[in-house]
C-alpha cells in the first residue's frame, strides 16, 4: 500500500533562511517542498535554486488586492501543509477559513512579545539584543483570522485558567469566553516610560480598561530609580486610584 506523500508549500519574502532549514531536512523528516511562492525578489530564490526546488514569484506591488487570488491559484492541489517562512502579506480570512489547522506561521520571537507592525526577521533579534532580554526564542502557530483567541479558546478547552496575553487582546477574549477566564498580560509600561522597540504596549490604566485580569510588570520597576515608589504608581494607575 502507497504511503501518501506530505507535501508543503512554503511562502517567504526574505533571506529564506528558515526555507533553507525546511529544504535540508524534508526528506529525512518525511516531507517534501512542492513550490516556494515568494511576493517580490527575494534571497529565498536562490535557496529555492540551489536545492532544486519550483518557485513562484507573484508580485504583490503589482497585482496589489488580487494578490491572494493569485495565491491560492499556483498552491498546488496536492498541498498538505502551507509553511509561512518569514512571509509578509497578512493573509485574509478566506485563505485561513479555506486552509484551517492546514497553514502554519514561524515567528522569530515569543509571542506576544516583538510581534506586531516592522517585527519581522533579523529586526525582532536585533530588538531582543537591545533590550537585554534574559530568553529569545520563536514561535510556531496555526494561522487563523484572530490566532490568539484561538488559542485562548483551545486553552479554556483544556481546562487552564487563563493565558498569558497582550492587554489589546484581553477583552476579546473576555467577550467570548467570559471574564472569569483570567488574561494575564505582560508589556505595561507607564506613560512616561520610554518603551524602546516595543510596538504593543499599554499604560497600567489602558490595562484595566481592555479588562486584563493581571499585569505583569518588569523593567518599569526594575530598572527604576525608586522601584518601591514606581510599583505604587504601577498598582494605583491599575486600580484607578
Not at 92 to 118: A, F, M, Q, T, V
Not at 165 to 173: A, F, H
Amino acid at each position: 500500500m502507497a504511503i501518501k506523500s506530505f507535501n508543503i508549500t512554503v511562502c517567504a519574502s526574505g533571506g529564506g533562511g528558515n526555507f533553507r532549514s525546511l529544504a535540508k531536512h524534508q526528506f529525512d523528516c518525511g516531507y517534501r517542498i512542492s513550490l516556494l511562492v515568494v511576493d517580490r525578489e527575494c534571497f529565498a530564490i536562490d535557496v529555492a535554486k540551489e536545492y532544486g526546488i519550483p518557485y513562484t514569484v507573484l508580485y504583490r506591488k503589482f497585482l496589489n488586492k488580487s494578490f491572494f487570488e493569485e495565491f491560492e491559484k499556483v498552491i498546488p492541489v496536492d498541498t498538505s501543509l502551507i509553511v509561512l517562512a518569514g512571509f509578509l502579506p497578512i493573509i485574509p480570512k478566506w485563505i485561513c477559513e479555506k486552509w484551517e489547522r492546514r497553514i502554519i506561521n514561524i515567528h522569530p520571537s515569543l509571542l506576544p512579545e516583538y510581534g506586531g507592525k516592522g517585527m519581522y526577521g533579523v529586526k525582532v533579534q536585533e530588538a531582543v539584543l537591545r533590550n537585554h532580554e534574559k530568553y529569545a526564542g520563536c514561535t510556531v502557530h496555526y494561522v487563523v483570522e484572530n490566532v490568539v483567541l484561538k488559542w485562548a479558546e483551545n486553552a479554556k478547552a483544556a481546562g487552564l485558567d487563563g493565558v498569558v496575553c497582550s492587554p489589546l487582546e484581553s477583552k476579546i477574549i473576555h467577550d467570548h469566553l467570559g471574564k472569569e477566564f483570567l488574561t494575564v498580560t505582560p508589556g505595561i509600561r507607564l506613560a512616561s516610560d520610554n518603551v524602546n522597540d516595543q510596538k504593543r504596549v499599554t499604560t497600567p490604566a489602558m490595562a484595566k480598561e481592555l479588562t486584563s485580569s493581571y499585569i505583569v510588570v518588569g523593567r518599569t520597576i526594575t530598572g527604576s530609580q525608586d522601584p518601591l515608589a514606581t510599583y505604587k504608581k504601577v498598582y494605583q494607575d491599575f486600580q484607578g486610584e
